[in-house]
């Protein structure tokens, strides 16, 4: 997995949560000339209070610097982004976490779609391969409105490994197949639980797949092969949620 050393972000939500989360730097904004609305304010009041450098330009200026995106009037210049590591996920999750898994999700909208996704069901920790998953950059950040900053988002270099590991821990490993002959609704995910989801077109990788405890799928319509992996993502993991809150909080 690769991750950017420095990008250019734009939007008023993804510049905002990406100032607001901390994780990474801000070293500076452009703000369109003239544009002085509650969102824009509150950007600049939590810019000021960072001491982040804010100027305000022409929108030909910012169209160059977002080439040619929907900036909104503002644009950004932030430090790449750092996933964090898979130890220090492990030790923060609680008695009972709520892991995703991501065998090779390469399309960075669908990955930012999940994340996204990830944050809104409260995820405590989302892993990805090191190869063969999108680069954590703009489309990411944009495709996920800027909620990727809010997930914690760790790189394993083996998910086999990884896996292993939480079966150790008394994780359950809880696979997405489309081929799976049981329903995503059956499993009890008031246990502890991480969703292994396969990359686009291909699905999980035979290995990855072997080290599930349980494959679950989505019966779908006659002549509808598969979902957008980002749309089945979304489906399972408010599964969770809508389980885990009828029976209690964690």
Sequence with gaps: MKTARAEILYGVHPVFETLKSGRRKVEQIHVLVGRQDRKVRSILALASHKSVPVTRVPKEALDRLAGGGVHQGVVARVSGSGPVGVEEVLATCGSRPFFLVLDQVEDPRNLGAILRSAAAARVDGVFVPEHGTARVGLGVSKASAGYAEKVRLAVAGNLVNLLEKLKEKGIWVVGLDQEAATSWTRFDYSLPVALVLGGEGKGMRRLVRERCDVLVG????????????????????FEVVRQRGERGPS
């Design 218 to 237: 989505i019966p779908l319509a006659a002549g509808v092969e598969s979902l957008n992996v980002s749309v089945a993502a979304g489906v399972v993991l």
